[in-house]
């Protein structure tokens, strides 16, 4: 029986070189995403991989996306919640509420109706379970400046995990959660250039490949489903995590 896995911002970066790692791997591979053109892209590169666009912020969408998922496939072994949002550095005094929304929303709630859909499906198929691995960040342990929407939304992540984790097991669902530091993605460039520190300064971080992410994302879907990684971080060995300030 294939093993079968959605990933969520799956059209670039970790999601989508995560996508391919598992693809490699003989996992059949849902890519989904808001633009159907570059997930497309993205499946191209591996007979394994499709692509369904969804909005993750949206119920309709999400019900219509796990949907199609067990049309194409009948059953979901894996989700790996990857689909986030980082809005623009700003002081805490002038973050509006739009911005700190838009990180909840997609960040929060779209990791939650995807995690929902996915624990319904894995608690009723046959055989029953699964795994949900969510993407934290370093930013679920420590903040950076100016960066108070996104610090909050990773977070709630960490409550959602562990949630997840305690009503899950009765289901045979296990919950991990990956935190990531300054692995290069389109998303992180500007970390490379330059990025305020603690103090107030502004110096470029040291950075990851990131199929070190991917790897470990792999390395947490092989696990058999009475082993689980709860918490894994894995990031830039010199980045400013511990000590940041």
Sequence with gaps: MEAIALITGGGSGIGRASGLRLAEAGWRVVLAGRRLDVL????????NLSAIAADVTDEASV??????IMQRHGRLDLLFNNAGVFTPATPFGQTSLEAFTTSLNVNVVG?????????RIMAGQTPRGGRIINNGSISAHVPRPQAVSYTVSKHAITGLTRSISLEGRVFGIACGQIDIGNAVTELSAGIAKGSMQADESTAPEPMMDVEQAAASVLHMASLPL?????????MATSMPFIGRG
């Design 226 to 234: 009475s082993a689980n990684v709860q918490f894994m971080t894995v």
């Design 63 to 68: 019900r219509a996306l796990f949907g199609e």
């Design 111 to 119: 990791s939650f109706l995807c995690a929902r859909a996915a624990f």
């Design 40 to 47: 497309e892209e993205a499946a191209a590169a591996h007979e």
